[in-house]
């Protein structure tokens, strides 16, 4: 007989990754999910030292089934965070040798669900070549999140991750992403690593037309969280509703 397989686990993690207070796990992730992280001993994750962090808070109320030091934790290459899942010849299937022999493996990201808006595809992709079972896990994604709460169109909606830069060349691509929102009626949304928010929120309010809507939502699932929306015309006569030290999502539309 064939021995059994173990399955792929898409384990999502807290939004509060990088920010001054954390929101208690119990209030983002239900227990089911707890429970299923805290009964796997093996992950595939961005960064070990974030993944120890995780399942540190897990551990608080869900005992581990082995102990943080015996956990086995594989970090996917930098050039798969850098260049994302598709933009390098990366064959995942080494990583999940583990599964093979009978043990659910964790995939982890270090905020929400892994492989959306964050790396991880790449395994998901190879678990299935290997015909392993893939079980998304319940937990918040903050697109999801931002796009329910910002008046949009969540009929037609479109994930552009990071735009440039370079001033000059991120002007040029929020053209274009608007010329596309308002062609199709599709919402656009965009990233930016904290540090960076109010620049990119300063050119959204400059080169946006004025009729377009921009939204932004902030420090989701945490007590300051914050979802703002309005026309740009709007928000050129008020201060930016948002900051430099929690994560964001920027989305625009008609």
Request: aromatic share 4%; glycine share 8%; hydrophobic share 50%.
């Amino acid at each position: 007989m064939t021995a059994p397989r173990g399955r792929l686990l898409l384990v999502p993690t807290p939004l509060d990754f990088g920010c001054r207070v954390q929101a208690p796990l119990e209030r983002v992730l239900p227990a089911a999910t707890l429970a299923a992280a805290a009964a796997t001993t093996h992950w595939i994750c961005e960064n070990a030292k974030s993944a120890r962090a995780f399942l540190k808070r897990v551990g608080e109320t869900h005992p581990l089934a082995a102990p943080l030091q015996a956990q086995a934790i594989a970090e996917l290459p930098r050039e798969v965070h850098k260049k994302g899942d598709h933009a390098v010849a990366f064959d995942a299937r080494p990583l999940l040798a583990a599964a093979l022999q009978g043990q659910d493996i964790g995939l982890l990201s270090e905020a929400g669900m892994p492989a959306v808006a964050d790396p991880g595809s790449s395994v998901v992709r190879a678990a299935h070549d290997l015909g392993l079972e893939v079980v998304p896990l319940v937990g918040p994604v903050s697109l999801l999140l931002a796009l329910a709460a910002s008046g949009l169109n969540g009929q037609g909606f479109a994930f552009q991750g990071y735009l440039p830069q370079q001033a000059d060349e991120r002007d040029k691509r929020i053209r274009e992403l608007e010329a596309l929102a308002l062609r199709l009626g599709q919402s656009q949304l965009v990233i930016e690593t904290p540090y960076r928010n109010l620049a990119l929120w300063g050119s959204l309010v400059k080169v946006l037309q004025p009729g377009t809507r921009l939204a932004v939502a902030s420090g989701l699932t945490l007590d300051e969280a914050r979802v703002s929306s309005r026309a740009v015309a709007g928000w050129r006569e008020a201060p930016a509703p948002v900051q430099n030290d929690l994560p964001a999502v920027f989305l625009f539309g008609r």
